[in-house]
């Protein structure tokens, strides 16, 4: 019998806790790569990958879509008189998974924990009350809050925007929810807080006063940022890029966009980024690619781990299975210097047809194996060396004489231009794009 908090009931009872059993297991509940304590490098695989569960997804999302009815009854809402009781029913379910599972993390919405009241006081009160219970849940699980953030798209006052609401009455109202879960995050111990900004941006520009608006965003996250550290608290404000979905076009675009606004904004010092793999392909990127340019600029903050589908234009949210995505995410993260405050949190959905109650916990090992696996081709390519070095000497002709002195702004430009007549047949260097990729296969199939 669970004994989390409550320990009232047990609702997975049919799972123990999932164990290692390595690559030649058949065991659909057992990680075949994802080995906690092993060693990888210089840290512990756990320590590498610092594995989040959703709650959002894992434990509020019931399968509805668009065109259909809910298809994931929650067994733990079924007994529960009012939705504060609910919630708490919701809460056990939630430990009792992350601590079968082994995932040393959770992330949560506000509005994922604690029920909106009636009035922002009666929704503060409920979510102070829900923290209360989370923080005792944790210690009980072994549970850490890697970070929280405040649902400020579902309610309908947000339909036109928080921060960048044009209506100051809802830009006041979306600070009291920010400040409470804030407040929430800090009392849990949290590592970082993130804003996604979902409704930041806008559906026309026919009634949208672009710079105003993204102006306001950026003195709402300063003030937050602030109130924050006026706290004392020393963890790290996550901004959460996303180009669209649910607006037509989202303020925080991209990575590259959301560097851009930090830095014109003076935000660069407290925010670094939340990448989600969905999101880079709905921006026309790629996974890698976000990470290596937030990694790249030292602003790399934590992940979202999950896929999208790529013949899809929308926000699948899919768990994360495909292990050269999975490498290279790894191979950015760990060349970035590897997570402090951050990790990998799984912002991902079990299919609308999953309907197994195993389902959730498959979904989950196979994520984590992914990354697992991924972690330890990252390490591969790093140790072996050839793709670093490759890259190392590509740009040799910059480490002396005048390419040092151009890096370092010591050439006028009359004088880089006179260098340059005098190189005659310069720039046909293979790029060997092919050899690399295939060092890179051998490293996939652990050759
Ligand atoms: C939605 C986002 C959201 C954030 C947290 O697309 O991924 O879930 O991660 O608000
Ligand atoms: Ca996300
Ligand atoms: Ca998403």
């Excluded at 903050?301 to 699948?316: F, I, K, L, M, Q």
């Amino acid at each position: 019998m669970a004994d989390y908090y409550t320990g009232k009931k047990e609702y997975f009872p049919k799972i123990k806790k999932i164990k290692y059993a390595g690559a030649k297991s058949g065991n659909p509940l057992a990680f075949k790569y994802y080995d906690a304590e092993k060693k990888v490098g210089k840290k512990k695989m756990k320590d590498h990958l610092r594995f989040a569960v959703a709650y959002w997804h894992s434990f509020c999302a019931d399968g509805a879509d668009p065109f259909g009815a809910p298809t994931h009854p929650h067994p733990w809402i079924a007994d529960a008189r009012n939705p504060m009781e609910a919630a708490e029913h919701k809460m056990d379910a939630a430990f009792e998974f992350i601590s079968k599972l082994g995932a040393e993390f959770y992330c949560f919405h506000d509005r994922d924990m604690s029920p909106e009241g009636e009035t922002p006081a009666e929704s503060i009160k409920n979510l102070e009350t829900l923290a209360a219970r989370a923080k005792k849940c944790q210690k009980a699980a072994g549970v850490k809050l890697l970070w929280g953030t405040s649902n400020l798209f579902t309610h309908p006052r947000f339909m036109n925007g928080a921060a960048t609401n044009p209506e100051f009455s809802v830009v006041a109202l979306a600070a009291s929810q920010v400040k409470a879960a804030i407040d929430a995050t800090i009392e849990l111990g949290g590592q970082g807080f993130t804003f996604w900004g979902g409704r930041e941006g806008y559906m026309s520009l026919l009634n949208t006063d672009l710079k105003r608006e993204k102006d306001h965003l950026a003195r709402f996250l300063s003030m937050a940022r602030d109130y924050g550290r006026k706290q004392g608290w020393k963890g790290a404000f996550y901004i959460e890029p996303k180009p669209m979905e649910p607006a037509k076009h989202q303020y925080d675009y991209d990575t590259e966009t959301v560097i851009g606004f930090l830095r014109h904004y003076g935000l660069d010092k407290d925010f670094r980024l939340n990448i989600e793999a969905n999101h880079a392909e709905l921006a026309g990127h790629d996974f890698f690619h976000e990470l290596e340019t937030a990694a790249s600029e030292g602003l790399l903050g934590s992940v979202d781990a999950n896929r999208g589908e790529p013949r899809n234009g929308w926000d699948t949210d899919q768990f994360p299975n495909n292990y050269y995505e999975t490498a290279l995410a790894m191979y950015a993260i760990l060349k970035g210097g590897g997570f402090s405050t951050g990790g990998l949190n799984f912002d991902a959905k079990i299919r609308r047809n999953s309907v197994d109650g195993e389902d959730l916990f498959i979904a989950h090992i196979g994520g984590m194996d992914a990354f697992a696996a991924g972690l330890e081709i990252a390490q591969r390519i790093i140790t072996d060396g050839v793709i670093p070095g490759f890259v190392k000497k590509r740009y040799v002709s910059f480490n002396a004489g005048d390419g040092a002195k151009f890096e370092k702004g010591e050439l006028s430009f009359e004088t880089l231009a006179g260098l340059g007549s005098a190189y005659g047949r310069a720039g046909l260097t293979s790029g060997k794009q092919e050899y690399l990729e295939n060092v890179l296969n051998r490293y996939l199939l652990g050759l």
